[in-house]
Each structure stands twice: as structure tokens, then as C-alpha cells.
């Protein structure tokens, strides 16, 4: 675990690798379809930020990707198949994430939260057809934001 997760439990820590592969299902999932091609991308997000974020959150996307296909199927296979029922739920799970971001320090949790909003777009954008690329349903708008956590800011005082 990385120094700057160290205030977090295994547990905790856990929750909020989870958070990924969750926000995959949630966002693939709105319209009903989870479609190979938006969890296809998802994982390939979560890769290429294992090597392309800031350095110390390099290690927490590797970690995630190692298990990403295992946990994405497993929550697919548990969780329910009606849309609007499975987002409750993973919404619900999700807003959990929000006391594991808070015992981060500021800036650590104003960047963990920037990152899954960006990701939650990344699938989003990932689900439309050939005209359709990069366009986002109005399903998927209804969730892509992440409104069951809360915001974390954090402004440098060199800005």
C-alpha cells in the first residue's frame, strides 16, 4: 500500500480499488447492456494509468488492474440484472467511498475523486456506436458525475 493510503485499513483500501470496476458496471450498465466494448476500454483506462499517472498512484492502478476482469465479472454475475435496481445498489456501495476519501489527506482524496469522475466519463464516453463515439446516453449522464460522493477540492497554494 502506497504512503499516501496509509491512514486506510486494509479494508478501506480494498473499497476503494473496488470503486473502479464498480463505476464500470454502474456507468456500462445504465442503459441496460453492459457492452464488451465500454469494458474493454475501462480496463484499458485502468492500464494505462498504471503506468501513466502521477507516480504515487501508479502502484494503486496496477494493483486494480491485476484483479479489474475477475472483480468485473464477479459483481456482474451478483449483482441484479435489472438496470435501474443494480444502480441503487452500486450507487449505495459507492457512497461508502466518501469516509475512505475523507481519511485521506485533502489533496490525496480531491485527486482519488477527480480520478473516478474522470473515469466514470472515460466508460461513458467508451458506449456509442459508430456515430455515436464519445457521446454519452441519458442514462449514463445520470450517473457519470458520481453524485453519491462527495466533492473533494483541493487547491494548491502555489495556483
Do not use: C
Not at 24 to 36: F, K, Q, R, Y
Not at 38 to 47: D, G, I, L, Y
Amino acid at each position: 500500500m502506497e504512503s499516501i493510503f496509509k491512514n486506510l485499513s486494509a479494508e478501506e483500501y480494498a473499497r476503494l480499488k473496488d470503486a473502479i470496476p464498480q463505476i464500470t458496471v454502474l456507468i456500462a450498465g445504465a442503459d441496460g447492456t453492459i457492452s464488451p466494448g465500454e469494458t474493454s476500454w475501462a480496463e484499458k483506462v485502468t492500464n494505462i494509468r498504471s503506468y501513466s499517472a502521477a507516480e504515487e498512484y501508479q502502484d494503486f492502478y496496477r494493483e486494480i488492474g491485476e484483479t479489474f476482469q475477475s472483480r468485473l465479472d464477479h459483481l456482474i454475475k451478483e449483482l441484479p440484472s435489472n438496470a435501474v435496481s443494480r444502480a441503487s445498489q452500486i450507487s449505495d456501495t459507492l457512497s461508502g467511498v466518501n469516509a475512505v476519501l475523507g481519511k485521506l489527506e485533502p489533496k490525496h482524496a480531491a485527486h482519488v475523486y477527480k480520478e473516478l469522475r474522470s473515469f466514470a466519463s472515460h466508460v461513458a464516453r467508451a458506449g456509442g456506436g459508430f456515430l455515436k463515439f464519445w457521446s454519452v446516453s441519458a442514462e449514463e449522464k445520470k450517473w457519470v458525475e458520481l453524485p453519491m460522493l462527495d466533492k473533494f477540492e483541493w487547491h494548491d497554494k502555489e495556483e
